[in-house]
């Protein structure tokens, strides 16, 4: 027998049991007393039911809906896969009911969708939300920003999980980290790009505040969930996109409607995605139960990294050897005006708001610490590395 079944069945024993010495009663004043009694048991039972943990007293459905199409490689079977993962986590007594986008609500719907309590549970890069908030793009990625180890230091150790929790807050709202793509590509062009005069006029999905800086270059940033690329790709409706990598934008087939595929993306060193939850639902839950969302999140952040490092190579190959894809570098003057331009940007979101420069502080110490570390530690073994192989 469970430890909770016998306290409260012996609880609820002793509450019966004076019941039915109640009815047989004459005297008043015995009856007064047995009243007592009966009272006593029963706030005895409330008090042992309110100090069962949560997560023994029943199932947990939880609805959750994403940005992502179904079944699409990384992103929408990340997503997938920490909602499968939770469940068996549990033995099913946290249920996961996904929706991919459309499938409840529009991608960009998500947000709204998970914030008024009509689902729990979001997954998606939290930058499609800076048009409500600008902080909300640090949580995925921005320009010149943070790549993945680094940005799961800041989250972890640098302070930027409490700065998330007050914006997140705000919006009725509690996230976390729950995957990443790396560094991602530059973009798809119909046209070589020599210099940063190219991009203007240039109409391009890309979202974020990567979004921001091309605009200062006098493009056109649009931003398009990922199911509608291609179709506007490919009708004209755009003439460059940004996407993720070789792995996915393999396939999306972006290279039937443009050749040049551009490297390395300013805009996401390392695209964060986030498991975006109800705040009243979270609050809600036992701490156990907290816990093991958590750890799913987690295994989720690091299996997605290593799956996109594990495909990007092969997928690269195929995409030059097989597709025809002309594979191109950003110059350093096209480089040099990106950085430009996003110095502008980042004095832009630190003026909207007392909140969006503290986040934007953070972060930016962060990147400077974490950065001096990783040139001596990482990147000058991979540097030396490759060169003595030939890599």
């Known amino acids: 027998m469970k430890r909770r079944d016998f306290v409260l069945g012996a609880a609820a024993g002793a509450g019966a049991t004076t019941t039915a010495l109640l009815s047989g009663c004459t005297d008043s004043g015995e009856s007064d007393k047995l009243k007592k009694e009966l009272e006593a048991a029963k706030t005895k039972i409330s008090k042992l039911e309110s100090a069962v943990p949560a997560a023994s007293k029943g199932s947990i459905e939880i609805t959750m809906v994403s940005t992502w199409p179904r079944d699409f490689p990384g992103l929408g079977t990340g997503a997938q896969r920490f909602a499968e993962r939770l469940t068996t986590m549990t033995d099913g007594r946290i249920k996961v009911n996904y929706f991919a986008a459309g499938e409840r609500v529009k991608a960009f719907d998500s947000f709204d969708e998970v914030a008024s309590g009509n689902a729990q549970m979001y997954h998606a890069a939290d930058y499609y939300w800076k048009g409500k908030h600008p902080g909300w793009a640090y949580f995925t990625a921005v320009p010149f920003g943070m ?85 506007n790709l490919v009708s004209g409706a755009i003439d460059a996109t940004e996407w993720v990598g070789p792995w996915n934008d393999s396939f999306m087939k972006f290279y039937e409607a443009a050749k040049y595929y551009y490297y390395p993306g300013m805009h996401e060193p390392g695209a964060q995605l986030s498991l975006g939850m109800n705040k009243k639902f979270w609050d809600g839950l036992s701490k156990a139960d907290q816990e093991i969302i958590k750890a799913a999140a987690e295994v989720e952040n690091s299996i997605m990294m290593s799956e996109y490092n594990a495909k990007n190579g092969a997928s690269l190959a195929s995409l030059i050897s097989d597709q025809g894809v002309k594979l191109k570098s950003f110059n350093d003057d096209i480089y040099d005006s990106f950085g430009d331009a996003a110095a502008e940007v980042f004095e832009e979101v630190q003026a909207h708001s007392p909140m969006a420069k503290k986040i934007h502080q953070s972060f930016k110490s962060s990147r400077d610490e974490i950065g001096a570390w990783a040139k001596i530690s990482d990147q000058a073994y991979v540097a030396q590395r490759n060169r003595v192989l030939g890599l």
């Open 147 to 231: 790549t993945y180890t680094e940005i799961n230091a800041w989250i972890q150790w640098g302070g930027g999980q409490a700065l998330w929790d007050e914006l997140a807050a705000g919006y009725g709202l509690k996230c976390l980290p729950c995957g990443n793509t790396g560094v991602q590509m530059g973009g798809w062009f119909r046209k070589e790009m020599n210099s940063a005069s190219d991009f203007k006029g240039l109409k391009m999905r890309i979202p974020g505040l990567g979004g921001d800086v091309i605009a200062k270059l006098g493009a056109s940033p649009v931003s398009l969930p990922g199911g509608q690329i291609y179709e």
